[in-house]
């Protein structure tokens, strides 16, 4: 039993060396929106679906940096808020998109809200994203 704690401390030890990129591109053109719906986009979304993520401190030690970087690129692969002119052919499909996650409560996903507890969205501020989305 001591030799398998000593040698996961070790493997601990050495996956943090292994390198990681932790990246803010440019922000090329930030979403077109009023301000209180950036409010609630920035807070409960941008650290995944934007080139401005605030990287948690708990970003910087593996395991945990490796499956917040691979989440952050991903989520900027699906939708990014700083390439908003990637979406002016088909902005009426994204806000649905966006609204169609938040409604079913797939995002923020659930991970990301026991961390950060002012990214689960209250009625409220649910009912002016719909207001938005719905409105094209
Ligand atoms: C912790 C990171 C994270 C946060 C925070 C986050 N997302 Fe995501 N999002 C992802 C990832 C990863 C994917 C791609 C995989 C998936 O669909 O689950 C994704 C996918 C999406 C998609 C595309 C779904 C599809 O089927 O293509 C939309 C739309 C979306 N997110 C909207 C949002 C909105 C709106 C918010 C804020 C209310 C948000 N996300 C917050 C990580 C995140």
């Given at each position: 039993?001591?030799?398998?704690i000593?040698?996961?401390?070790?493997?601990?030890?050495?996956?943090?060396?292994?390198?990681?990129?932790?990246?803010?591109?440019?922000?090329?053109?930030?979403?077109?929106?009023?301000?209180n719906?950036?409010?609630?986009?920035?807070?409960?979304?941008?650290?995944?679906?934007?080139?401005?993520?605030?990287?948690?401190?708990?970003?910087?030690?593996?395991?945990?940096s490796f499956?917040?970087?691979?989440d952050?690129?991903e989520?900027?692969?699906?939708?990014?808020?700083s390439e908003w002119?990637?979406?002016?052919?088909?902005?009426?499909q994204?806000k649905?998109?966006?609204?169609e996650e938040?409604?079913?409560e797939?995002?923020?996903p659930w991970m990301?809200?026991?961390v950060?507890?002012?990214?689960?969205?209250?009625?409220?501020?649910?009912?002016?994203l719909?207001?938005?989305?719905?409105?094209?």
């Amino acid at each position: 039993m001591k030799k398998l704690i000593a040698l996961l401390v070790l493997v601990l030890i050495g996956i943090q060396f292994i390198p990681v990129e932790r990246t803010n591109p440019l922000v090329v053109y930030d979403i077109d929106a009023p301000a209180n719906i950036k409010t609630v986009l920035k807070k409960a979304c941008y650290d995944c679906h934007s080139n401005e993520t605030e990287w948690a401190w708990y970003t910087e030690i593996a395991p945990l940096s490796f499956l917040t970087v691979k989440d952050v690129n991903e989520g900027r692969g699906h939708l990014n808020f700083s390439e908003w002119g990637n979406y002016t052919n088909k902005l009426g499909q994204v806000k649905n998109e966006i609204w169609e996650e938040v409604r079913e409560e797939h995002m923020p996903p659930w991970m990301y809200r026991v961390v950060h507890s002012d990214a689960k969205l209250s009625q409220e501020e649910k009912d002016i994203l719909r207001n938005w989305a719905m409105d094209k």
